[in-house]
Nanobody, 125 residues
């Protein structure tokens, strides 16, 4: 069974940066879609960014374009999210996700079948 473990969350002032990491244990995930989602209490989980392992095609939510960068190191089974110019509205629990499901809308949480436990990001003004 695949286990995803996130790290790198924390508290930062607005304008600061954080780098999230997600390591996959139990399987080589070089052929999958991988993504970052975030959720605040009382709201639905929303996509931040995703990447296709083979083509490295990426997608970003409009709210994070030009500030966040998703990347991967398949040799290390690791997914990253570099977050720059952070804003208070970026405050959320961030989740790493991986999908082995084909022909899905990878902007939706339902398209992913493996999830990490989440890491909290808090941005103060």
């Amino acid at each position: 069974q695949v286990q995803l473990v996130e790290s790198g969350g924390g508290s930062v002032q607005g304008g600061g940066s954080l780098r999230l990491s997600c390591v996959a244990f139990g399987y080589s995930w070089s052929a999958w879609y991988k993504g970052w989602f975030r959720q605040v209490p009382g709201k639905e989980r929303e996509v931040v960014a995703f990447i296709h392992s083979g083509s490295e095609t990426t997608y970003y939510a409009d709210s994070v374009k030009r500030r966040f960068t998703i990347s991967q190191d398949n040799a290390k089974n690791t997914l990253y999210l570099q977050m720059n110019s952070l804003k208070p509205e970026d405050t959320a629990m961030y989740y790493c996700a991986a999908s082995t499901l084909a022909y899905r809308d990878y902007r939706t949480p339902e398209s992913y079948n493996f999830w990490g436990q989440g890491t909290q990001v808090t941005v103060s003004s």
